[in-house]
């Protein structure tokens, strides 16, 4: 059974960074395309970032571009989201998700979820 488990959030400053980390078991790790997506109270869940397989190619939305970083280690099933200058209209609880093999861009393509960790960022 694939499980995805996210950890790293928490309260923070604008102008400060976080660092989130998504550990997956039950999958060979290293043929599922990863992301993050966040959902904000009454919107509806964006991508935020997302990357291949052997981690050589990487997308991010429009409004994280230049500030948040993702990243993997296939030998610890892991995926990490570095968010930096992050501003108050980051707030939102994130999300990992992934897919076996295909890319992972949008809400509709990613087919397992991890539970969310909020990240909450005051002005």
């Known amino acids: 059974q694939v499980q995805l488990v996210e950890s790293g959030g928490g309260l923070v400053q604008a102008g400060g960074s976080l660092s989130l980390s998504c550990v997956a078991s039950?999958?060979?790790?290293?043929?599922?395309?990863m992301g993050w997506f966040r959902q904000a109270p009454g919107k509806e869940r964006e991508f935020v970032a997302s990357?291949?397989?052997?981690?050589?190619?990487?997308y991010y939305g429009d409004s994280v571009k230049g500030r948040f970083t993702i990243s993997r280690d296939n030998a610890k099933n892991t995926v990490y989201l570095q968010m930096n200058s992050l501003k108050p209209e980051d707030t939102a609880v994130y999300y990992c998700?992934?897919?076996?093999?295909?890319?992972?861009?949008?809400?509709?393509?990613?087919?397992?979820w991890g539970q969310g960790t909020q990240v909450t960022v005051s002005s």
């Open positions: 039950g999958l060979s790790f290293s043929g599922w395309s």
């Open positions: 990357i291949s397989r052997n981690g050589g190619s990487t």
């Open positions: 998700a992934g897919r076996f093999l295909a890319t992972v861009r949008s809400n509709d393509e990613a087919t397992h």
